[in-house]
């Protein structure tokens, strides 16, 4: 049902106020009155919805004109009607200079009142509608709405904010389904160019040819087909911002074409001899890594600096998973079915946060949904995912400990007596079977450090870790093993309260309580104890986590000789996931060759 549309009477005169409140009621409208035009102004800020201004042009405190100098600058989009039983022309030209919508002489006919007035809402209606869809579109393109805040995207809105308004041309590297065209959205609609188009244009999905068709158009009879002249993408984009997706993709014909537009601002239409201005801020995007691309000979070094001006990496999901309980509720939210938001069984949430997500963002929207579709916008359980993310190591046996406390913040917590930090009779070299249950003589991991790995290890505390593991644990599971230690033993040390175990660990209190709800559930597994005994208490929860990740990889090169598939196999990972963690680590494989 649509809403009241509301009227302010503004007239020293309570008769008159009365019977013009009276006429306008009677046709359905709300109606407010005031006695002076402060009066009018404060009720006008404080009623935050008024639709229309009828007021008198002489009175006491405050007259008309000034009245309508207020809530033009306030509210453009309000009209304001003047009336007056002392109209002249001069009067008349100074209220629409000032931007009166009408001017009425007194004493005014009813039906000369409802006429101007339906006329006027009728101009308000548009001009709110128009304000609420630039709302919604800036809204929707705003840096806001770029999900995250991790650290690393953090990084990127401070770029964003620096570099939206300015001329300067934009290259956004990163891996797909990691958002470039809703960044380079966000760099237009907060650009000066906003108002003006945004082309898109996917470099990768057009032949050579048909892009120099697409990108500078085509005069009639150029080719056979070319029945009427067609301008192109950047003739469309003139004022506007030009983005080219894929530009790694682009041939040289292409890039020597593309160069000559950035340096000169012409372009010529195909079979046309004449050159064209355009004004074009282009912000180019690619997978690819274009200096390798220019290296070997594949990309025009010229056009590189051109698009490079600025340079936005966006990083891939495995390296913001601080930002995955914010997507995930996103796209639980944005996928709502009926009134209900699906939720995620804990177990659910484990695999998500295990999983490496190569597709990064895309592939997370679709696993959601997914999820969605087969829960029927219930709980969304492990079996509702994808076959690959249901395929992660089973988890190591658990021994059942204390049972967990409650902290006075109404959340859960674990008793300080849980056992963290106290003699469980295990010994340093203990290592334990997948069962759970100590073992006298561990091999692989468990094993001794060798002189070998003596060389290769940094810390000593690290060689320990490496110690107590089972023989053949997953990476994966071992670092979710240390991270569910010391999230306890963090609760422990702050007597159950989140706050506190969330600054120990260096968290913020939200990215605790979404790791801690992963084993809130679970009973304490005796690996996590023992690791998170050996680990010094100074660490924050990423160092340590980043640092057992080091050891493990080091020593599963070692033992595979160097040999990086090899080295994939005894940790349990996907070789391309093996050389995204190399690359974390840039001298680690160097050092283990030595």
Known sequence: MSRTETILIVDDEPNYRLIM????????????????????????????????????????????????????????????????????????????????????TKPCRNSEILRAVSKALEVSRLAQQNKELQEAL????????????????????????????????????????????????AIHYNSPRSERSLVVVNCSALS???????????????????????IGRFEMAHEGTLFLDEIGEIGASSQVKLLRVLQER??????????????????????????????EGRFREDLFYRLNVVHLRLPPLRERLDDLPLLIDFFLEKLRQGEEKSTLHPETRRLLYAHSWPGNIRELENVIERGVVLSQGQEIQPEDLPEELRKLPEPIAIVPSEPPSFSH?????????????????????????????????????????TEAMEAVEEKAWTRELLTALPSGIPLVVALDALEEGLIRRALAQGEGVQSR???????????????????????????????????PEALDLVTAIEELEKAMLREALRLSQGAMSRAADILGLKKNLMTY???????????VRE
Not at 208 to 230: D, N, P, Q
Not at 273 to 280: A, S, Y
Not at 420 to 432: H, K, P, Q, S, T
Not at 510 to 534: C, R
């Open 208 to 230: 050579e040819s048909l892009l120099e068709s697409e990108l500078f158009g085509y005069e009639k009879g150029a080719f056979t087909g070319a029945v009427a002249t067609r």
């Open 501 to 535: 175990a969330a600054e120990i660990l260096g968290l913020k209190r939200n990215v605790f309580k979404y790791k801690w709800d992963k084993y809130l559930d679970q009973e304490p597994t005796v690996i996590a104890g023992v690791l998170a005994e050996k680990t």
């Open 138 to 185: 800036s809204e929707r393109h705003s840096f806001g709405n770029i999900i995250g805040k991790s650290k690393p995207m953090l990084e990127l809105y401070q770029y964003l904010e620096k570099v939206s308004p300015t001329r300067a041309n934009v290259l956004i590297t990163g891996e797909s389904g990691t958002g470039k065209e809703l960044v380079a959205q």
């Open 266 to 295: 012409t372009i010529e239409r195909v079979g046309a001899g004449r050159p064209i201005k355009v004004d074009v801020r282009v912000v180019a995007a690619t997978n690819r890594d274009l200096k390798k691309e220019v290296a």
């Open 581 to 591: 963690k190399l690359k974390k680590y840039p001298n680690l494989l160097a050092s």
């Open 21 to 104: 409140g009276e006429l306008l009621e009677a046709e359905g409208y709300e109606v407010i009155q005031a006695e002076s035009g402060r009066v009018a102004y404060e009720l006008f800020v404080e009623h935050g919805r008024v639709d229309l201004v009828l007021t008198d042009m002489t009175m006491p405190d405050g007259g008309g004109i000034e009245l309508l100098v207020k809530v033009k600058e306030k509210s453009p989009e309000v009209p304001v009607i003047l009336l007056t039983a002392h109209g002249t022309i001069e009067r008349a030209v100074e209220a629409m200079k000032e931007g009166a919508f009408d001017y009425l």
């Open 409 to 449: 913040e109404g959340g859960p917590g674990v008793s300080p007596r849980a056992g963290y930090g106290a003699n469980n009779g295990l010994g340093a070299n203990a290592g334990f079977n997948h069962n759970g249950s100590p073992e006298d003589a561990p091999r692989g991991w468990g094993s001794k450090p």
